[in-house]
């Protein structure tokens, strides 16, 4: 079984940095790739940023392009999302998930998430 932790939310003002982490444990050997992703209240979910485990190749949504940067460390036990010039509208729930059987983290196209956290919340005041 494969468990997903997100940890690194909080509230900051606009302009502002965060850096989201999550720790993944289990059976990660097979790993097709990873995301996060958001929610915002009344919003529906969105893919934010993808990187997949053979060659590292990465995707962001086009909001986030030039702010955002997702990475793992070297034996891809933690995804991070490192998250600077935070505007208002980024607030939402942030989740990390995986996917082990060929889905899709690009995020305007992603599907087949195998694993998901339970999400760490995001607040900017402007």
């Known amino acids: 079984q494969v468990q997903l932790v997100e940890s690194g939310g909080g509230s900051v003002q606009a302009g502002g940095s965060l850096r989201l982490s999550c720790a993944v444990s289990?059976?990660?050997?097979?790993?097709?790739?990873m995301g996060w992703f958001r929610q915002a209240p009344g919003k529906e979910r969105e893919g934010v940023a993808g990187i997949y485990s053979r060659g590292g190749r990465t995707y962001y949504a086009d909001s986030v392009k030039g702010r955002f940067t997702i990475s793992q460390d070297s034996n891809k036990n933690t995804l991070y999302l490192q998250m600077n010039s935070l505007e208002p509208e980024d607030t939402a729930m942030y989740y990390c998930?995986?996917?082990?059987?060929?889905?899709?983290?690009?995020?305007?196209?992603?599907?087949?998430?195998?694993?998901w956290g339970k999400g760490t919340l995001v607040t900017i005041s402007s």
């Open positions: 998930a995986a996917s082990f059987t060929g889905g899709s983290c690009v995020p305007e196209v992603y599907y087949g998430m195998d694993y």
């Open positions: 289990g059976y990660i050997a097979n790993r097709y790739c």
